[in-house]
Structure formats: C-alpha cells, structure tokens
C-alpha cells in the first residue's frame, strides 16, 4: 500500500520488472491526447519531455507497465499545485531539488560555480579547495542565485489566440497574442504575489501560463572541490565512462514573514512543500526512473531545411568562434592567478558549448537526421495533400522556407551580434556575454532606450520591476573580468566584423574601426579601456538614470560603442520579430498537420518550462563491438587519478577509498557506485534535474549526455539517448566519510555514522 507523508511518498519495495518495457503503440487514451494538445510524436514510447498537464493525461496502467509504483495524481495535481514535480525548481539556469524541510537544494556543481567563484580569492580559492557550511551562519550568499517554485499551470491557448484571431497581418497578430500574455501574466502577479508568465509552445501552438514562487536569497552550503565535481574536466565532458561527483546543495531562505525576501541577516529557511526523500536502498539496471526539470530548448518541432542550417552554419560557426575565445581566456588566465580565477566560469560555459558544437555536428552526420526529417516532411506532406482539412499545412511549409531563406542574407552579421545579449536576455545556449564591457555598455543603452517608453511597453526585464535583476546581471558580470582577457576577445570580435562582405556589415564597428589595420585595432581598444566607466560600480548605478543623450554626451568611447552596438541589435530584434511573427503564424499549423499524421502524441520542444522524462536505467553500445554497462564505480576514479588536472583526485578521497576494509552498506568501497547511465529524454536546462525512483525517493543527479547523444535535441534514438548522472550514493559517502559532514546529513535524513573500516 503506497503511504504519504508530508509530500514524501513510500510505496512496496518490489522493482520493476525489465520485461514490462515500452509497448509497441501508446494507448488509445494518447490518441486522444493528440487532437486536445496539437502535439506531434514519433513511434518512440518513452522520449518526450513531458508537462505537468500531460502527466494526468497519459495512461495509467501504461506508466504503471514502465514500473512507476505512484498514481500520475502523486506526481502532479493540478487542481491544488502540489505533487512530487513542486520539489523540483529552478536554481542558476539549471534544475533543481528540494531535499529537506530546511530548504535545502541540491543541483549540479556546475550550476553553482559562479556562487563558488563568487567568493573565491587567490588566497582562499574556493573553487579548488570546495566549500562545507558546517551551520547555516557559515553559509555564503549568492548576489545572483535564485530559485523558482512551481505553482500552477494554466491552459491559455484559447483566450490568447482569441487575441490575435482579429488583429490583422502577422506582426500585428503577434503584437496582440504577446500584450494579452503580458496582461494575463501582469493580472497573476498581483492577485497572487508570485511570479507569472506566459509560455509558448511550438511557436504557437499551445500557451499556458505558469506561476512560480521566486526566492531570492539563496546561499551556499556544500561544493565539493573541482577535482571531484569536475573529475575528467574537457577530457571526460559529455563522455562515458564518467566518474564525476557534480553536485553541490544550497539552502533558499524566506524573510521573517515567510515570504520571499532579499538576503538578510533576519531571513529564515524556506520550507518546502516537497522534499525528495534519498533513496536508501540501491539502484540497479533496469529500474524505472524519472528526470524532473527544466530543459533549455530543443529543436525537433524544426523543418528540415531548417535544421540543415544549424548543422552546415551554426554549430560550424559557434565551434571557430569559441573555440578563438577559449584561447584568449586561458592564455590570459595562466600569466594571471586572479584572472583565472575570475574567467573560470566563462570558459568553463564556452569550454562545454565548444565541444556541443562538436557533438552536434557529429550527431547529426552519424544519424542522418537532417535526411530521415526531411523524408519525415516529405511524407506528412504528401499526406496532407490528400486531406481538404490539412491543405494549409502545405503552404505553411513554404512560408517556413522563405523564412528561412530571407534570414540567409544576413547570417554571419547576425551571428557576430547575437554574441552580445540586450541586458536580462540569453545568448542561445547559455554563453557567458563576451566582451564584457561592450556587454554592459550595450545593455545600458538598451535601458535607456526601454525608459523613455510607457512602462507597460517595455521590453521584458527592462520595467521597474526588472531593474535588480538587471544590476545584479551586470554586477555578476563585472566580477567575471578581466580586463586583458575582455580587450583581446573585443579585438578578435572587431577583427570578424570587419572581414564581413558588404552587404553584412555592422555599421558600430565600421563608424570606429573602420580600415584599421590589426595594430590598429589592438591599440584603439586598449584606449578605450583605459578610460571607460562602464566597470565601475558608482558611475554604472548612475548611468542607469541617464537618458541616451546624457549617456553620449560622456566621453567614454567604450560606452559610445555600446549605444551603437545597441542600436544595431536592436535592428536585428526588429527583423527577427517579423520572422517570429511568420513562424507563430505558420508552424502550429503544420505542426498540427504532423501531429494529425503521427496519430500518437509526444511532448513539445523542451522551452525552460517544467518537465517530466521517464526512462530506465541501462547501457548502450555506441559502436560496433563495445558495449557500456550503465554504472561506474570508486575503482574508476582511482583508475583515472594520475596526479594531473584533470585527473588529480583529491587527497581526502584517495585516503578515504584506499582505507583497508573500508566499507560501504556491507560491500567494498570500491564498488561505490560513482555515475550511472538511464534512456532519459534530456537537454540542456536539465543539468542538476533530480533523478526520481519509481517510488518517489532520489537517487541521483543529471549532470550530462554522452556524446553519442548531444544531438538528441533534434530526435530522439533510443538505441543512443542516454543521460548521465550522479549516483547518490556517491554523494552521500563524499559527505560522509570524506568531508565528515554528519550536521548535513542528519539534515537530509541520512545518518552521520562512519562507514566499517
């Protein structure tokens, strides 16, 4: 009989059986699904990142043959907002989970480095030597960190299509379906006090609108040291076997009145209304698992001449380019101890988007995805010819290449300039803004420009409301510099606009640089360096109360640089918003076409919104004669270990997992499980995403793909698709007999005890 308590659900200790696997066709009840939610699937049972909403509808008994041992109402309820998907938030652009009473969160090493790197100094570096709060006074607050709770999950899509329904051409379609999400997002916020959007589905084809619980004050508790959760470095990134401890636990406090507050010294920790109870029995091949989180995005709602441009431009270019910016940074970092420590988290994000890029086009090339999409489009195509109620289908599809074709003319300027976000904005694939000065200069224009507007008609982020996020932004930023890493990545910036052909140009750099020849370049940009104010904290709190006129009026060529910068990205926004414009009104309907033709359902591309995946744990074999078993244990690690970044395992762990007879729960240490491997539909946003055994309980982390696997976010290959993530085990012994973290441990509901030596 399965037993709830205080939102941590207990079930019979039987494991699934590995025969009850996927059936060969989902169940009418999917079917069904189909026509009410507009989604498009392949013939694959279990990929798909799935939504709160989808979770009740999906076939009970079906889930139950997967071997969840929950009813679907356990994992979400809509009707009250709880379940077991509310322990899992967003925290640093990753996911998350709550795993104790006391607000405790544990992610992915990764996503809280810049918390690490924060507080780190030549003299104390944390990043090296990890970080354990021993009390929650020892915590260290994050200026930038913050945690979104997941509330309710509300069906839109009539009300907001009504919107644009009447309002003319497609901009103007657009402009009205996005004022009605804003004003059904605005009239959330303040009847609940929580933090509301309006998220899109599919370019169109479903809207919902989403309220979360946003804490602010979030800090620090434990990050191992980077030999242990960046074990394997480059080397080991996106590969199997792994054997890297990528976790790390932070604590989200609330003010005295329980609500979300700024850091304070008078702030409480948040109690959850779900906390993932740890697994204390083991993990084994073939059981069920789910990963809850927040995927970034992926791509497979695209037409296939629109993947072939990711494949033959993009992921080409984002190689050269980083792979040149990588360089500048480590060769500065290794001359200057400080910059290193100050550049360590934006090559640590370039370093991993280089070798994605790598994966991608690997990925693409081996499994032919670019074609079998484009036979896949060729069929639904064909079909669509014969039914009278899909003939728009066709012509959506033409309207999607021209599309295409006309964003063709400008690729490489808009590349260049897409490089530099406009303030709270993204750059696609969660690079790190670079160079950061012309980042903070461009982003105080842009904030210039949004003031002199209406605020209901500012861009998001730029309203008053948005104003502390966007100095915390560029804050973080700044504490990322290097002044000669940012001059060096700024002249190999300049050095690319100018070899544009001429119809490509980009007017900010020709109006400064003009023909200058590579001399030139260097010593103008050290000018302007030299005398800039954008990185000094005062003047920059200042110019955000300036106009754009009293801000060119400062002689600050850097800053002048930046308005113009400005301008011309605000350019491309205005042409990329007529090309949105086109595809939210052609793709929902080509895209019900291929749903219509598919007859069974699948999740929407993953767009950072709450997901459930459902896989089992197993291995794979990415090539002809080598198999992978899906767990890696202690043994690997000191296998590895030769004394040498980045196999340089740290004392500490080494004395703990050499000790004779040293034990873990009645086997040899070295059995230890470390990382293991399960058929999860992931993708980037999943990293720190909590992995969920058929009962409820945690037993591990998402922190990777293989490389067989990066691209996965064009389709799904259950022969190839395996996520990789920490065991919790391996958590707990670290915590346990390393770091002797027992405070901690009793914290999570683990015992303290010292394993039999």
Request: hydrophobic letters at 45%; a neutral charge; proline letters at 5%.
């Amino acid at each position: 009989m399965t037993r709830v308590r205080r939102g941590h659900y207990t079930a019979p200790m039987t494991r699934p059986q590995p025969s009850a696997r996927m059936p060969r066709r989902p169940l009418s009840a999917l079917v069904g699904l189909v026509a009410a939610l507009g989604f498009a699937a392949p013939a694959a049972a279990l990929d798909g990142k799935w939504t709160p909403e989808q979770v009740l509808q999906l076939e009970a008994r079906w889930l139950k043959r997967q071997g969840l041992q929950l009813p679907p109402s356990a994992l979400w309820d809509g009707r009250r907002g709880t379940g077991l998907l509310t322990g899992a938030v967003r925290i640093g652009g990753c996911s998350g989970a709550f795993v104790s009473s006391t607000g405790l969160i544990v992610t992915n090493h990764h996503c809280l480095f810049g918390a690490v790197q924060e507080h780190s100094t030549p003299q104390r570096d944390l990043m090296a030597q990890g970080f354990l709060a021993r009390s929650q006074a020892e915590e260290l607050p994050s200026s930038t960190l913050r945690v979104d709770i997941p509330k309710r999950f509300m069906d839109v899509t009539a009300d907001v299509l009504a919107a644009g329904a009447e309002a003319g051409d497609a901009q103007r379609r657009l402009a009205a379906i996005d004022t009605r999400r804003k004003a059904l997002a605005e009239a959330c916020a303040k009847d609940t006090g929580n933090r509301c959007e309006v998220a899109t589905f599919d370019d169109g084809v479903r809207y919902t609108l989403i309220e979360t619980v946003s804490l602010r004050d979030v800090r620090l508790v434990y990050a191992p040291p980077r030999a242990v959760g960046e074990y394997g470095g480059e080397i080991d990134n996106w590969s199997w076997p792994r054997h890297t401890g990528d976790f790390a636990i932070a604590r989200a406090y609330v003010g005295a009145d329980g609500k979300p507050a700024a850091h304070a010294e008078g702030n409480r920790a948040y109690v959850p209304e779900f906390v993932f109870p740890i697994a204390n029995d083991d993990l084994a091949a073939g059981d069920f698992v789910m990963i809850l989180g927040y995927p970034g995005i992926t791509y497979r709602s695209l037409i296939a001449e629109e993947m072939r441009e990711r494949r033959e431009r993009f992921f080409v270019r984002r190689e050269d380019v980083f792979g040149e910016w990588i360089g500048h940074l480590e060769a500065v970092g290794a001359a200057d101890e400080a910059a290193r420590i100050a550049l360590a988290a934006n090559v640590k994000g370039l370093a991993n988007r280089y070798k994605n890029a790598q994966g991608q086009i690997a990925g693409l090339d081996r499994g032919r995805i670019v074609a079998k999409q484009q036979a896949a489009d060729d069929a639904v195509a064909a079909w669509a010819a014969t039914r009278p109620e899909h003939a728009d289908a066709l012509a959506a599809r033409d309207a999607l290449r021209a599309v295409l074709a006309e964003r063709e003319a400008g690729w490489e300027r808009d590349f260049l300039l897409n490089l530099i976000p406009m303030g709270n904005e993204s750059v696609p694939g969660g690079i790190p803004p670079l160079p950061k000065a012309l980042y903070i200069a461009a982003t105080l224009a842009h904030h210039a420009r949004e003031a002199q507007k209406p605020e209901a008609e500012r861009a998001d982020g730029f309203d008053a409301k948005g104003r502390e996020t966007l100095v915390a932004r560029m804050r973080r930023e700044a504490g990322q510099y290097s002044e000669a890493a940012d001059r060096r990545v700024l002249a190999a910036l300049v050095r690319r606009a100018l070899a544009l052909p001429a119809d490509q140009r980009i007017a900010s750099i020709d109006a400064v640089f003009g023909a200058m020849s590579l001399a030139e370049i260097d010593a103008k940009v050290a000018d302007m360096y030299a005398a800039t104010q954008v990185l000094d904290a005062a003047e920059r709190d200042a110019m955000l109360d300036e106009d754009i006129a009293t801000l060119s009026a400062r002689d600050d060529a850097l800053l002048a640089l930046g308005i113009a910068w400005n301008a011309d990205l605000r350019a491309l926004r205005t042409r990329e918003r007529a090309w949105q414009a086109q595809a939210a009104l052609h793709r929902p309907v080509w895209r019900r076409a291929v749903a219509a033709h598919a007859g069974a359902p699948v999740a929407p591309d993953a767009n950072g919104t709450l997901r459930v995946s459902f896989a089992h744990v197993q291995g794979y074999a990415p090539r002809d004669g080598m198999t992978y078993t899906p767990f890696t244990t202690l043994a690997g690690v000191l296998q590895k270990h030769t004394g040498e970044e980045p196999f340089d395992a740290p004392a500490s762990l080494r004395r703990a997992a050499e000790a004779p007879g040293a034990q873990w729960r009645g086997r040899p240490v070295a059995e230890l499980p470390i990382n293991f491997l399960a058929d999860g539909d992931t993708s980037g946003g999943n990293s720190g995403s909590p992995v969920i055994d058929a009962r409820g309980r945690l037993v591990g982390i998402n922190f990777d793909r293989v490389w067989e696997n990066v691209a996965g976010d064009f389709g799904f290959n259950p022969a190839l698709s395996r996520n990789i993530s920490v065991d919790i085990r391996y958590m707990l012994w670290l915590l346990q007999d390393v770091e002797n973290a027992d405070a901690l441990l009793r914290e999570l509901g683990v015992a303290g005890e010292r394993s039999p030596r």
